[in-house]
C-alpha cells in the first residue's frame, strides 16, 4: 500500500494526482513523476486516467445495452432485460415530466447521461488503494518507480471530465435555442426579460449570467460531491495500519460510508439528468 511508505500527507497528495501526459518544459514529452511537473505542463496536459477510465466505462455502458436489447424478448423478460426495462421507464417519466416540447434526441441523451455517470461514480466504491497499488506494481516491472505512478479511477472528481459534459450539454443548449427561437428570439429573450427594452442593459447581465451559470452548476456539482466523497475514503484509508482498533474502526466506518455513498452515486446522475431535461426544455419553450 502506498501508505506505508508515505507520510498522511504525501499519501493524500499521491491518491488526489492525476496521471498527466504532457509537454514539460525541461523533460519534453513525457508523463508527469508529481503535481508539480503536472502543474508545469499547463492546460493542454492529458489526463490519461480520466480517459481511459471514462471511454472505457462508456463503452461497457453501450456493450451491455446493446447486448440485452439483441437478446430482448416479447415473452417472460431476464433479470438484465427487467433491469434496462426499468431504467428506461425510469428515464422515459422523467422526460415526460420535465420535457415539454418535441425532440427524439433528449430521452436516449438523458439515458446516456444517466448511465455513464453512474458507472464513472461506481467507481468511488473500489477501495481507494486497489487499483493505483495493482497499477503501480505493474509499472514496476518496467523499471517505474511506484511513488511516482499515478492512478485515479473516479473520473467525476476530475473537473475536466464534468466541465466537459456540462459543456456539451451547454453546445446543445445554445444550438437548439437558436434552431426553435431563431436569433432573433434567442437575443430578445437575453436582451428583453425581465424588465422589457427599457431595461436591456440589466436584462442582458441577468440573463448573461443565468445562461452561464447553466454549465458551472452541472459540473461543479458533480465534481464537488464526488470529490468529497473520493476524500473521506482517502481519509478513512489512513487509519488502517495503526492499531487493531483503528483497523476496526475503519472498516467500520468504511462501511458505512459506502452505504450512504451509494445515495449520493445515484442522487449526482439523476441530478445531471434531470437539470440536462430541464435546461433543453428551456431551450425549446419560446417567449412572446
Not at 433479470?79 to 420535465?98: C, H, K, M, T
Not at 442593459?201 to 448573461?208: M, V, Y
Amino acid at each position: 500500500m502506498a501508505s506505508e511508505s508515505l507520510t498522511a500527507q504525501e499519501y493524500i497528495k499521491h491518491h488526489l494526482t492525476n496521471l498527466t501526459l504532457g509537454w514539460h518544459p525541461e523533460h519534453g514529452l513525457t508523463f508527469a513523476h508529481d503535481a508539480q511537473e503536472a502543474a508545469d505542463m499547463g492546460f493542454w496536459a492529458l489526463h490519461v486516467d480520466t480517459m481511459l477510465w471514462s471511454i472505457g466505462l462508456g463503452v461497457l455502458c453501450l456493450w451491455f445495452f446493446r447486448k440485452v436489447a439483441l437478446g430482448a424478448t416479447a415473452g417472460v423478460p431476464g433479470p438484465a432485460q427487467n433491469f434496462v426495462e426499468w431504467i428506461i421507464d425510469f428515464v422515459n417519466e422523467n422526460v415526460r415530466g420535465s420535457f415539454s416540447g418535441k425532440n427524439d434526441m433528449v430521452a436516449p441523451l438523458a439515458l446516456t447521461i444517466f448511465a455513464w455517470i453512474f458507472l464513472m461514480n461506481l467507481m468511488d466504491l473500489v477501495p481507494v488503494d486497489v487499483i493505483p497499488w495493482l497499477f503501480g506494481h505493474f509499472m514496476g516491472l518496467f523499471g517505474a518507480d511506484p511513488h511516482h505512478i499515478y492512478m485515479r479511477v473516479v473520473p467525476t472528481t476530475d473537473p475536466n471530465a464534468t466541465f466537459g459534459m456540462s459543456l456539451m450539454v451547454f453546445v446543445l443548449v445554445l444550438y437548439y435555442s437558436f434552431k426553435i427561437k431563431g436569433v432573433g428570439g434567442f437575443a430578445g429573450e437575453l436582451t428583453l426579460q425581465p424588465f422589457g427594452k427599457f431595461g436591456i442593459p440589466a436584462n442582458f447581465l441577468l440573463e448573461s449570467i443565468n445562461l452561464l451559470s447553466k454549465p458551472l452548476s452541472l459540473s461543479l456539482r458533480l465534481f464537488g460531491n464526488m470529490y468529497a466523497g473520493e476524500m473521506i475514503f482517502i481519509l478513512i484509508a489512513l487509519m488502517y495500519g495503526h492499531s487493531l482498533l483503528l483497523d476496526m474502526s475503519g472498516g467500520l466506518l468504511q462501511i458505512a460510508w459506502a452505504i450512504f455513498h451509494i445515495l449520493i452515486i445515484t442522487l449526482q446522475a439523476f441530478i445531471f439528468m434531470v437539470l440536462t431535461i430541464v435546461y433543453l426544455d428551456m431551450a425549446h419553450q419560446e417567449h412572446h
